[in-house]
């Protein structure tokens, strides 16, 4: 009996390789080496927004209040106790109500100078908005009547030429007023919103001479629970620390210390962070609390480390341009550092999760100043105001999305690979199209691949047939593998750029395929 003839099997070896890993929800890195960066961090993260679980196109902006006369520089807040808010802005002329949608009406109140600095105060009485530029009077609004402020007003303000007062802070219930190019602070009676000033002067305590910048509330504990503590900044960069309510009172005015933070950015550089305050300086974002530790900064407790080559080098070439400020945006868990390139001009923003610490940056915002009114975020560029972080437009211009992964050798870094196909694995609500490619060898070029996704037909109410045509159900999930130009090297980095227009956009993760060569 013939048998058939055994023939051995020769297993092969794998040939492709696929690894997978999660959406760069690490954040841009601006300050490792491009070959030690983590896997979730990203090489450029431009208008994504790093969640807790995947990466996110930002939301775009809409328009709000128009047709103000010239360029808008401040907006300020007016939180009523009845819960009727307002939100103001300031021009170079005008003060303008911008708390409702559409051309803004007569201007409200009349100024020189539109760069203020504002809080509010309540006196037991009213609620106070408080706004000082160190140009014109300062200006009290109760929610109904402005007040221009001067020993003659009411509320008045005497011992102090008025135009003389460029910032204001709200310290255990008592009103401080900057004095501008000095380092003199002057203070109400505790509860006041208005009468005699009286003066508290820093000259002998600037160890590095000046004038003050700011003035900020900090909460910290003394160890024997929560205190308030009044912190002076300096132009040069030094926090005069003191602790009590009462500058006329030697033992409840108590000096706790001076500190080095690095030079502030602008008067705006103090924000409050839940219980803490943080300080925008050329060095980078820092907490108070981290600053405060040492009578010298350790550069790695600062918020911004991660991002600390770009911010310092924009610090040191616009730093001393208006619109430098801190914005914390609750209902998005971030904090949003307006970062102008040109005052009245080009804007970007460099924006951290408060829960992950993970930063990315902002590009097409040309914000002057950003606000919160009722829980939503809302800035002024040109002449208007805008809503921001709403929809997914830009007004009238598509959102351009980029992003670039960190570079990575797939646990093989001493064997060179041919990267064969990158998939960004994705959910979308709609039709895509998006570039993709990939860089090796910590080379940087340009996104050259087209990959386009159609999502699958779906129901609209009043016109699909029923029973018979398929509901949305929200976002599709993409996970089409795209074939960029084919590259050899020993280490890949993958790329994505999206136009988006009326689209919401989540990357999850990532996958990269490639075969594995040899050590040459």
């Known amino acids: 009996m013939r048998t058939p003839l055994r023939v051995k099997t020769i297993p092969r070896g794998e040939v492709s390789v696929v690894k997978s890993y999660p959406s760069p929800v690490g954040g841009w890195n601006a300050k490792d080496s491009l070959g030690a960066m983590k896997p979730i961090d990203a090489i450029a993260l431009e208008n994504w927004f790093p969640s807790t679980s995947y990466v996110e196109i930002r939301g775009g902006y809409v328009n709000h209040a128009t047709a103000m006369t010239g360029n808008g520089k401040t907006l300020a807040v007016h939180n009523a106790i009845t819960g009727t808010n307002k939100m103001f802005c300031s021009t170079a002329s005008d003060v303008f109500n911008v708390t409702a949608a559409g051309a803004v009406g007569a201007s409200v109140a009349s100024r020189t100078s539109g760069k203020h600095q504002w809080t509010m105060f309540g006196d037991g009485t009213n609620s106070w908005l408080i706004m000082a530029n160190g140009v014109d009077k300062p200006l009290y609004y109760d929610g109904t009547t402005w007040v221009v402020v001067d020993a003659a007003s009411s509320p008045a303000l005497t011992g102090l030429t008025t135009t003389e007062i460029i910032g204001v802070n709200v310290h255990k219930g008592r ?172 804007h970007e923003q460099y924006v951290m999760n408060t829960i992950t610490k993970a930063w990315c940056k902002f590009k097409e915002w040309d914000a002057e100043d950003f606000a919160i009114l009722n829980g939503e975020l809302y800035f002024t560029t040109s002449n208007k105001v805008v809503k921001a972080w709403t929809g997914a437009i830009d007004g009238a211009n598509n959102i351009v999305a980029y992003a670039k992964t960190a570079f990575n050798y797939f646990d093989a870094p001493g064997l060179q690979k041919q990267y064969k196909m990158f998939r960004p694995v994705m959910a979308v609500n709609g039709n895509v199209t998006f570039l993709t490619d990939i860089d090796v060898d910590f080379q940087d070029g340009l996104v050259s691949g087209t990959t386009t996704y159609t999502t699958a037909s779906s129901g609209k109410w009043d016109a699909a047939i029923w029973d018979a045509s398929y509901w949305s159900a929200g976002l599709e999930t993409i996970k089409n593998w795209t074939s960029p130009n084919e590259w050899q090297g020993y280490c890949a980095a993958g790329k994505i750029k999206i136009e988006t227009n009326l689209l919401t956009v989540q990357w999850m993760s990532y996958d990269m395929m490639y075969e594995k060569g040899g050590m040459l």
């Not at 300096?234 to 108590?254: F, L, M, R």
């Open 175 to 346: 009103l401080f007023f900057i004095q501008k190019n000095t380092l003199a602070v002057w203070y109400l009676a505790a509860g006041a919103a208005g009468g005699a000033l009286t003066k508290f002067d820093l000259q002998g305590e600037a160890k590095k001479g000046g004038y003050l910048m700011a003035m900020a509330t900090w909460t910290r504990d003394a160890g024997d629970g929560a205190d308030d503590v009044a912190v002076f900044i300096t132009s040069e960069g030094e926090a005069i620390v003191y602790q009590g309510n009462n500058p006329s009172v030697a033992a409840n005015w108590v000096k706790i210390g001076s500190y080095y933070i690095g030079k502030p950015l602008g008067r705006k550089c103090a924000t409050q962070f839940g219980g803490d305050v943080i300080i925008l300086t050329e060095n980078g974002t820092f907490p108070l609390s981290a600053a405060m530790q040492s009578a010298t900064i350790d550069y790695k407790l600062a918020l911004s480390f991660k991002i600390e080559n770009a911010f310092t080098a924009q610090a040191r070439n616009s730093g001393s341009a208006f619109g430098w400020s801190a914005t914390i945006f609750p209902a998005r868990a971030a904090m949003v550092v307006n970062v102008p390139i040109n005052e009245d001009g080009e």
